[in-house]
């Protein structure tokens, strides 16, 4: 008898897997090309891959990680039998992919739900680090901003720093790959992001663009430009917040200049962009771009608020 229901049971399983399969297989495979996309650790992508419905809990744990450096997410999120998560664009639409099966196990195995937090906010980083327009796939400088950002997410989340670093601890390659750099590179990354949102203030996020800014008191406590640059060749004064008491300003040579005791010093260049939101880039000479917005603020490629041009 308990050979029968054994039987029947098994009998019953492979009804239902034949019963599904159709449901799964009559999709399309999703349409991109696997090479051109990063994976957490490197893991190529075999196969055709296709999406499945996400769980709730991770569409909320998106929905949180967004919430955190205030912006709205522009992309979907879709359970797929990839490795473990990547970050794709396909038929003009952003895509967060990721694998249930491997979500549940980086939590066992990191005994904290933060490993899955930080895996998914690091594809999150590509898309908003803009490495996903590309078609080069995963580079390690990419993959360092990637978890730069995960580190500075998981810390406006509330993660400790061995929460923020607990998935690459458990899962990144010691030794560097073609794609990606060696482990001890990404916990790093994730350290400066995580301290870099804990000396911004910590806790949740002032970054949002649609909060109300506070504009330091630096902005009313100008001091002349001086003969340093002539007034009339002054777009405005530049603040940046890692730097509240150095004297930047944009000239309508659209260049950006420091002043100092010295003199001044040309440290980088506008650009107009195509992106009515934040018309202008900056570029410093050391290849950093921020973002100046129609608001007058400046924004990193991740959405974070790094300062605000004020007028003299
Ligand atoms: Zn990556």
Same mark, same amino acid.
């Given at each position: 008898?308990?050979?029968?229901?054994?039987?029947?049971?098994?009998?019953?399983?492979?009804?239902?897997?034949?019963?599904?399969? &159709?449901?799964?297989?009559?999709?399309?495979?999703?349409?991109?090309?696997?090479?051109?996309?990063?994976? *957490?650790?490197?893991?190529?992508? +075999?196969?055709?891959?296709?999406?499945?419905?996400?769980?709730?809990?991770?569409?909320?744990?998106?929905?949180?990680?967004?919430?955190?450096?205030?912006?709205? &997410?522009? @992309?979907?999120? +879709?359970?797929?039998?990839?490795?473990?998560?990547?970050?794709?664009?396909?038929?003009?639409?952003?895509?967060?992919? *990721?694998?249930?099966? @491997?979500?549940?196990?980086?939590?066992?195995?990191?005994?904290?739900?933060?490993?899955?937090?930080?895996?998914?906010? =690091?594809?999150?980083? =590509?898309?908003?680090?803009?490495?996903?327009?590309?078609?080069?796939?995963?580079?390690?400088?990419?993959?360092?901003?990637?978890? $730069?950002?995960?580190? @500075?997410?998981?810390?406006?989340?509330?993660?400790?720093?061995?929460?923020?670093?607990?998935?690459?601890?458990?899962?990144? =390659? $010691?030794?560097?790959?073609?794609?990606?750099?060696?482990?001890?590179?990404?916990?790093?990354?994730?350290?400066?992001?995580?301290?870099?949102?804990?000396?911004?203030?910590?806790?949740?996020?002032?970054?949002?663009?649609?909060?109300?800014? $506070? +504009?330091?008191?630096?902005?009313?406590?100008?001091?002349?430009?001086?003969?340093?640059?002539?007034?009339?060749?002054?777009?405005? +004064?530049?603040v940046f917040n890692a730097s509240p008491g150095k004297e930047y300003y944009l000239t309508k040579k659209l260049q950006l200049v420091r002043v100092t005791e010295a003199g001044k010093e040309v440290v980088g260049k506008l650009a107009k962009t195509d992106n009515s939101? *934040?018309?202008?880039?900056?570029?410093?000479?050391?290849?950093?771009?921020? *973002?100046?917005?129609?608001?007058?603020?400046?924004?990193?490629?991740?959405? $974070?608020?790094?300062?605000?041009?004020?007028?003299?």
């Amino acid at each position: 008898m308990p050979f029968i229901q054994t039987t029947q049971k098994i009998l019953a399983g492979l009804l239902l897997a034949f019963a599904a399969a &159709p449901a799964v297989f009559a999709q399309q495979p999703l349409p991109f090309d696997p090479k051109h996309v990063c994976t *957490y650790d490197g893991t190529p992508i +075999k196969g055709p891959v296709y999406e499945f419905a996400p769980s709730q809990a991770t569409s909320q744990m998106v929905g949180r990680i967004m919430g955190s450096v205030g912006l709205k &997410p522009r @992309f979907q999120v +879709k359970a797929a039998n990839v490795p473990n998560a990547a970050a794709v664009i396909y038929n003009n639409q952003r895509y967060i992919l *990721y694998s249930q099966n @491997f979500v549940e196990q980086v939590n066992q195995a990191t005994r904290t739900d933060w490993g899955a937090v930080s895996i998914i906010a =690091h594809e999150i980083g =590509h898309h908003l680090n803009g490495h996903t327009l590309g078609l080069d796939g995963s580079r390690p400088s990419n993959e360092l901003e990637a978890d $730069e950002f995960s580190g @500075f997410v998981l810390q406006r989340m509330g993660a400790t720093m061995l929460e923020a670093q607990a998935a690459m601890n458990a899962l990144a =390659h $010691e030794e560097a790959t073609e794609t990606h750099p060696p482990r001890n590179a990404r916990l790093e990354a994730i350290a400066a992001g995580w301290y870099r949102a804990k000396e911004n203030g910590g806790g949740q996020a002032t970054i949002a663009r649609n909060q109300p800014a $506070e +504009k330091p008191a630096a902005a009313t406590t100008t001091r002349p430009a001086g003969p340093a640059i002539p007034r009339e060749e002054l777009v405005g +004064k530049v603040v940046f917040n890692a730097s509240p008491g150095k004297e930047y300003y944009l000239t309508k040579k659209l260049q950006l200049v420091r002043v100092t005791e010295a003199g001044k010093e040309v440290v980088g260049k506008l650009a107009k962009t195509d992106n009515s939101q *934040y018309p202008f880039v900056i570029q410093s000479r050391n290849n950093t771009f921020v *973002y100046l917005a129609d608001d007058g603020y400046i924004y990193s490629r991740a959405g $974070e608020k790094m300062g605000y041009v004020a007028k003299i």
